[in-house]
Nanobody
Framework: VQLQASGGGLVQAGGSLRLSCEAS????????MGWFRQAPGKEREFVGR????????YYADSVKGRFTISRVIAKNTVYLQMNSLKPEDTAVYYC?????????????????WGQGTQVTVSS
């Protein structure tokens, strides 16, 4: 499967953005899809994931209640809706695909990755 992330940009604190991750080559319903982010000088950090099949979601505590992951099977696309953005949410956001069972938050469980999209939140 190939992944293409998009939708990043510059937004003021308190604003919203929606990121998209479009899959090609394979149907994304066969994969757990994860969103991660990486700020300069920091490791890639788990944001949330949606499971294959049933589409259950799981989020990092830092974004719970503000971010929502959804998918549209017909478009083979996963979304990350980000509300109430904070400056600390500034990072490059990546989507990844995984076939590893369980609630995986380790980036090593996800492959391949999309190319990343920059999100910058100004104070």
């Amino acid at each position: 499967v190939q992944l293409q992330a998009s939708g990043g940009g510059l937004v003021q604190a308190g604003g919203s953005l929606r990121l998209s991750c479009e899959a090609s080559g394979r149907t994304l319903i066969n994969y757990h899809m994860g969103w991660f982010r990486q700020a300069p000088g920091k490791e890639r950090e788990f944001v949330g994931r949606i499971t294959r099949g049933a589409g259950s979601t799981y989020y990092a505590d830092s974004v719970k209640g503000r971010f929502t992951i959804s998918r549209v099977i017909a478009k083979n696309t996963v979304y990350l809706q980000m509300n109430s953005l904070k400056p600390e949410d500034t990072a490059v956001y990546y989507c990844g695909a995984s076939t590893v069972a369980g609630i995986q938050t380790d980036p090593a469980a996800f492959h391949p990755w999309g190319q990343g999209t920059q999100v910058t939140v100004s104070s």
